[in-house]
Structure formats: structure tokens, C-alpha cells
């Protein structure tokens, strides 16, 4: 089982990115899955989740109307389109399945 998280990096204040997270060895479409971030000296938290099906989905309450989760299940992967970004969005995002977790990938943003 491996989930691969990609697209992170710098951006400014106010800018966008799309993170991806690639799946397998598991049924991808049998499972919710979702996206986690641990910024440096916190704890990491549970940014967004999404359904096996995509039907349902759940924001943190700080990324609610910027952030927008997806998935693509013929294709194994997961999305996190990521607009409006502040510099509390800074933290290495996760993603994450019934206990398996995927290497992180860093997101910054600059003021």
C-alpha cells in the first residue's frame, strides 16, 4: 500500500495550488480518504476528507470556501485544490487512509 503526495511548494499570499496524491495496492474506490498538514512546531490536523464516492466531504473550519478536495477514482488519485492561500496554510501536507500515510509534501507561502 503507498500513497504518494506531490505538488506542493512556495507561493505567495493570495496564490493557488493543487496538490495530488497517487494510490496503490488498496481499493482506492472502497475508501474515504483524506488530507492532513502539521505545520513546524504544531500538531497535525485534518484539513479535509472526502467520501469513497466523493458524495460527501469535510473542510477545517480555517480552509472552508479556499480549499476544495476531489478524487478520481479510475485513476487512484486524490486532489486538493488550494486557493487564496495564507501563510498559515505553511505545513507539509499528508494524505492518509485507514492508518496508512503517504509521504508529505511541503507547502509554503509567503507574506
Known amino acids: 500500500v503507498q500513497l504518494q503526495a506531490s505538488g506542493g511548494g512556495l507561493v505567495q499570499a493570495g496564490g493557488s495550488l493543487s496538490l495530488s496524491c497517487a494510490a496503490s495496492g488498496l481499493r482506492f474506490n472502497k475508501l474515504a480518504i483524506g488530507w492532513f498538514r502539521q505545520a513546524p512546531g504544531k500538531e497535525r490536523e485534518g484539513v479535509s476528507c472526502?467520501?469513497?464516492?466523493?458524495?460527501?466531504?469535510y473542510y477545517l473550519d480555517s480552509v472552508k470556501g479556499r480549499f476544495t478536495i476531489s478524487r478520481d477514482n479510475a485513476k487512484n488519485t486524490l486532489y486538493l485544490q488550494m486557493n487564496s492561500l495564507k501563510p498559515e496554510d505553511t505545513a507539509v501536507y499528508y494524505c492518509?487512509?485507514?492508518?496508512?500515510w503517504g509521504r508529505g509534501t511541503l507547502v509554503t507561502v509567503s507574506s
Open positions: 492518509e487512509t485507514r492508518g496508512t
Open positions: 472526502i467520501s469513497s464516492s466523493g458524495g460527501s466531504t
